[in-house]
């Protein structure tokens, strides 16, 4: 097992340095240089000045240079200043990665717990009414773009029947308690799960339709064992393990899909701040979110591919 | 050769057939081809001017606005059928884009194996590992929005699909008679891989094809919805429903976001029900029920 | 012999398919007493599972049925019409099955102790801490080494002949009066193949346990078989006790199976019966066999024959009726 997480935790590392170059690369793309922010043509600094800034903040060094220097500061918690805020990256991006984690997090999980008993009924009963109840709700949720249920969300328990608020985390002027953040959430939650909902209920149903035609199965019966042993106890277990696969696939396109659901409910994640940066052009911003909500997603990939293998001792041997 | 056509026309029949069992699947093929007709024979036949400002402006659907005006006055009709033109229009494309690069990388990971497949697996996995809705709006800001940068963007984010389902086939392809016959009378990698891989990989590639529409639509919408893709006047369903960024609009005028955000539902559901029986005819062994 | 522990009577186990409903299994009669093994043989698709998972009642779901005219009493008492419950009831505890393939036949994600204690645990109603013990006793018995320490690794770190001891020991575990082993050594290599054979025969002996043998091999059911059913087509054609079998084979096919094995002392050239196995959706309307057969008639070829009885065995040809 732990020669397992060092492996994984090696893969993972490789895909991070992947994922700082392409954003690196990306960011030395984007029109102007860092110094036309700081330096505005008024500000009067002389040319031999601007070389000195451009030589402390290592920019007059190759491209490959650069990009060490970066990482390296990255390492040390520094991943520089914003342009338009004025503050640390490190102290803008620290405030909003709570609410980001809630919201992607507690949609996962809203996933799983309706997918599992719903494709688990399904498969184990196929071609009946829940079976078929299940695929519309695959199908349906598979073509939802998130944006167009938020906003389906937004005119039915917002506007039409006034139930949920639609904006923020808290009531305004609040301090905001549990059950506050709790009404709060539900919406986007509901918004940004939507989609996952569908697709791991068809996966559910799936490998539990295939496990049950499973020769251990037949072996389980054999014994004398009762159904709901046989699918609690024998069947469910490896039915699980693809559904665990596909959560792990669609980590990236959930935190992906979080950056539009709080834009929309004005959630105070880094969603929101991220399409700030953009619009602000707040290149350091930018990447410094870019970074962090990569390694959250590189590191969720590794919690589920553990879970994984603990539930399936076979990898043990095959790595 | 008259025998391996016959062995291929059974096979293509066999196909439809299963294809045509799957009724769902029928029902998305019929709806996606009368929403492709609608899209390029009615602007010929009506006088649709998606772009032109008029004085009437957030009317509610009547006579002459079928689906009412948005706040500038333009015909929210004429913008919805333009806008499925941009939309489907890049969806196509860009999917075009990925099988250009997933293809041949796909068929050398699975073809060559060793370093080749290392590299290209590992990438895909990390490309699929990093959240690309991130990245797509980094790199469409830098790259400052439009058609053609959307197309580019979701093609070169979007390859591992594809890579991933050729990379299986050619797995099982290449060790196949017919390949060590291939090698064994003397033809190099290149004329194998053209001559027998590539032609055995094509309905992998046709379900990575068609699976990959939908969600090249899905973010391209999603994209135009930040304001970050197809930019107004231009229209595209996702910009369309950009406009419903107010609670008023989404309360008081539902014209104007409900038929985009259906308009998407409708395509990505139809193109998935007709990707799924695709899938199933193409793979004999997936049973149908 | 001792007491009759089962007997199967017009057995037919439809299955319903897409393309309609066809018997997979017709008009089975056999008996079995305790302490004997009955060996069913015949070609693969002939029918051996099915008839082995209809007594278990574990054909799959919604496609296989058995059909309201069958019979199977266990002890005398009729188990054809039972339900799931009443079955589990008997199943690894009064008959046991062991199958084929022991790698998927075993649960990849539970250690070998979880599915050994199982059985144990349900019709023994014992506690955990006993069964766990009942089950290292037992794995000791099908003579795994060490069961103590391997009764904590998973199936997949087993070798096959291993693993088909667990798959025995746990069949086993609560002595059944009935154990059905599908082609149970058709996996394994030869040499493991006699052992795991002669370890059936030895704990068949101690537990006076019945034995239904199905296999292809009829150098298996040489070897191990009192008696033998020979399928073709769903049905069984020919029942005997195993010399006379192997001696004076009355039914064309049995004739013809028999004729295609090579044995080493004969340098004539190998037989094959011509022709093909037909499918269960064309199976001909008359004899199963006749198609294949040298001595078919037009009789044949309108009416399917029911067993006839010939002395002490039965075979189902015309060639056999009584006055011929």
Known sequence: MGRYILKRTLTAIVAFIGITIMTYCLASLMPGSPLDQLVQPESGISNAELAAIEHKMGLDQPIYIQYFFWLKNMFQGNFGVSYTQHRPVVELIA???????????????????????????????????????????????????????????????????RLLPISGMYNSGSSGTAGEV?????????????????????????????????????TARAKGLNERTVLFKHTLRNALLPLITQAGLSLGALVGGAIITEQIFSWPGMGTLMLKAIKDRDYPLIMGITVIISVIVLIGNIVIDIIYRMLDPRIDDKV | MKKS???????????????????????????????????????????????????????????????????????????????GRTSLKIG???????????????????????????IIMRLADMFQSIPSMCLNIVLVSVLSPSAETLILVIGVMG?????????????????????????????????????????????????????????????????????????????????????????????????????????????????????????DALDPKTKIG | MGERVLEVNNLTTVFHTKTGTFPAVSQMNFTLDAGETLAIVGESGCGKSVTSLSIMHLLPDRMGEITPESSIKFKGTEISKYSNKQMSNLRGNEISMVFQD?????????????????????????????????????????????????????????SGGMRQRVMIAMALSCNPSVLICDEPTTALDVTIQAQILKMIYDLKKELDTAVILITHDMGVVAETADRVLVMYGGQGVELADCHTLFTNPLHPYTQGLLASIPKIDDDTRLSTIEGMVPSLKDMPKGCH???????????????????YRAGEREVRCFRYEEGN
């Open chain 2, 5 to 83: 056509n016959k062995k291929n026309s059974s096979y293509f029949h066999d196909a439809v057939e299963r294809f045509m069992h799957h009724k769902l699947a029928v029902v998305g093929l019929a709806v996606v081809t009368v929403e492709i007709l609608l899209l390029v024979i009615l602007p010929v036949i009506m006088n649709l001017e998606p772009n032109a400002v008029t004085p009437a402006v957030n009317m509610a659907p009547d006579k002459t606005h079928l689906l009412g005006t948005d706040t500038y006055g333009r015909d929210t009709f004429a913008r919805l059928i333009y806008g």
């Open chain 2, 159 to 279: 390859w591992p699909s594809f890579v991933r389902l050729l990379y299986a086939k050619v797995l099982s392809v290449r060790e196949k008679e017919y390949v060590e016959a291939a090698r064994t009378t003397g033809t190099g990698n290149l004329g194998i891989m053209l001559k027998y891989i590539l032609p055995n990989s094509i309905s992998p590639a046709l379900v990575a094809f068609t699976f990959g529409i939908p969600s090249a639509i899905l973010t391209e919408s999603a994209l135009s919805f930040l304001g970050l893709g197809i930019q107004i006047p231009e229209a595209s369903w996702g910009n369309m429903l950009n406009a419903a960024q107010s609670v008023a609009i989404i309360s008081t005028k539902p014209w104007l976001w409900i038929p985009a955000g259906m308009c998407i539902f409708i395509t990505l559901i139809s193109v998935n029900l007709f990707g799924d029986g695709l899938r």
């Open chain 3, 102 to 158: 022991s790698l998927t036949s075993l649960n990849p994600t539970m250690t070998v102790m979880a599915q050994m204690v199982e059985p144990f645990m349900v019709h023994q109603k014992i506690s955990r801490k006993d069964a766990e013990k009942a089950a290292i006793e037992m794995l000791r018995k099908v003579g795994i080494p060490n069961p103590e320490a391997r009764v904590k690794q998973y199936p997949h770190q087993f």
């Open chain 1, 182 to 218: 709790l009404k709060h959430l539900i919406l986007p939650c509901l918004a940004l799960t939507f989609q996952h909902l569908g697709i791991f209920t068809r996966q559910m149903r799936n490998s539990m339709y295939e496990c049950m035609s499973d020769d251990y199965v037949r």
């Open chain 3, 289 to 307: 066999f006749c198609d294949r057969c040298q001595y078919c008639t037009d009789r044949c070829r309108k009416e399917n024959p029911p067993m």
């Open chain 1, 95 to 161: 405030g909003r990665i709570g609410p980001t984690l809630l919201l992607s997090l507690s949609s996962m999980l809203l996933a799983l717990f309706v997918a599992v008993p719903l494709g688990t009924a399904a498969g184990y009963r196929p071609y009946k009414g829940i079976d078929y109840a299940s695929s519309v709700l695959a199908f349906v949720g598979q073509a939802a773009p998130n944006f167009f249920v938020a906003l389906l969300l937004i005119y039915i328990f917002a506007v039409k029947l």
């Open chain 2, 92 to 118: 196509f494309f860009s999917v075009l884009v990925q099988a250009a690069i997933g293809i041949p990388l796909g068929i050398i990971a699975g073809y060559y194996r060793k370093a080749a497949e290392v």
